[in-house]
């Protein structure tokens, strides 16, 4: 019964039973420097085109300034989109979560820590794996996530594609152009993912520089202590 | 300052502790790199006990906020993330540094007589951190975390008779929630600690009772200098301080590596799945344990009928307690002088590496052959020792300590 229970509860939130696992498609890694202004770039692209619907409510604005470096005004124009956001808020989607779940069946999920689960390799080729499919209620289906409830929002930007890669429409960017935009998106996924990474990676070699000196400093203190040791067994040995 | 001391003497043994178990206790000289370990594991015990009570400030042990609360801490608390990456690293260090510190032991046979007790008191610590380790993995609530819980619980739960009243003990109720970790809470930040810092004591009262043992498996109290103490032996402090010192070095170096680059060392140290909250309706595709207590999982599973596989499972870990009374060489301890036996530890070793592989895996039938093959050369190697032992070559054992 528990079992039953489970997979219609399944199937009603919109999840693929675990063993549908079919093949599913090679992931593509990103190219990206993760550094302040890819980041940057991508957080706008993420304000643009994500954030109607996806939450990143970990992430306060203020820290778009603060580990970013993102001038206020840009970050209260651009980023702060809803209409009651304040800077020491988490960046709360302005979509309720119960709309959400009656428009699309499913509430898109909070993404602070999509990175984490699903990897950025899976985010790279997700966003870049739209396909035209009639079949589907938002017209567009996913090679990565089947039958996925969420529209292809980048649409404008890659264009529309077939199922076999086939181009139906141009985009209004480049092909490379929009690798390059997915991969800013993914990038600002990653760091919102864990923002500590910028900052443990700028004090690694101080702490680790400093244990190296430590270390030298012991290992020294330990071969001036340990010559009365050695001498006395040479002199047992001799 | 040596009135102050005098105070002290005449109401507490301070000098008398420290020359006892530090400028008066007198280790063998022949100390190499697998004696690094025992320091190293109070060092992370210590470590971990500081970043835990930072931890404990600000996690909500309750279904609905305790996975928020972790997040909070990364994401909100100053430092946060350094103290909880130096706490879930500082977990699997843990495991490292005792795997090679029990590992020591199994090479120059430090369990023998007269040091029996102070190998069952460390088994005892670590079955204590297998538990410590389960149940602060359970905390975070993550989806590894629920899954889990609801795994190891339903080890409880197939005790004959009284299994589902116990699991529903152990989980305070029918299924893992809110009163779950309150009381794995209770456990992993009071009980399990507190049993672990008394073990530790014991086992260093024992270890200064017994002498630690060598690389050369040589009693160094049989020959005394005319001055009593060991010829062959040398104070802790100095020699052993400065020399642990520079190990701590080298340690956190790699610790710090870690911390600062790859804290979750690809789903190894923290698991992917543990990054959605826990929900009892979502299944991981593989529920598989830390790195750590992978080898017995494989054990588990390479075993069709769960109860009998939980047998073994407890065979499996119980196995190592008796090894004072299995491993019966009248000659000698110590690796360096049984070809045999060394063979016998390298393929033991070679066992558990390959079972810790298998049980990351996902459960498969391919899997199963290499998994029952190490299992059987795990028990192989406890059933075998008593007789292998007595019978087995030895070079001969010098009277002094080599170098």
Redesign the interface.
Known sequence: MRRLL?VA??AL?G?PP?AA?EAAPRLEAPHYDFDRATIRKGAELFAQRCFACHSVA???YQRLETDLGMPLGTLEDDIMLPSDARIHQGMVSAMRPQDAAKWFGVAPPDL??EA??R?IDWIYTYLKSFYRDPKRPTGFNNHVFKNVAMPDVLEPLQGILAADGRVIKKGSVSPQQFDRDAADITAWLQYT????KL???A??PW??GF??V??LL??A??RV??RR??RG?SQAGS | MSRVLAWIDRRFPLSRLIRESMTEYYAPKNFNFWYFFGSLALLVFAMQVITGIFLLAHYQPSASKAFDSIQTIMYDVKWGWLIRYLHTTGASFFFIVIYLHMLRGYLYGSYRKPRELLWIVGFVIYVCLMAEAYFGYVLPFGNMSYWGGEVITSIVGAIPYAGSWLASLARGGFGIGTATLNRFMAFHAVLVPALLGLLVVAHVLALHETGSNNPDGIEIREHLGPDGKPLDGIPFHPYYTVKDIMGVGVFLIALSLVVFYAPTVHGLFIETYNYIPANPLQTPPDVTPAWYLAPYYAMLRAIPDKKLGILVLFLAIAAPFFLPWLDRNPRAKSIRYRPVYLAMVVVLVACLLVLGWIGMQPASPALLPPARIGLALYFLFFASLPFVSRIEPTRPVPDRLRM
């Open positions: 489970l509860a399944l939130a999840f675990p696992a970990h992430i306060r602070t820590l984490r689960y990897g993912s864990d923002p500590s900052e443990r990676e004090l690694g702490v680790i244990l190296a430590f270390t012991a290992y203190l330990k202590v340990w040791v050695h067994a």
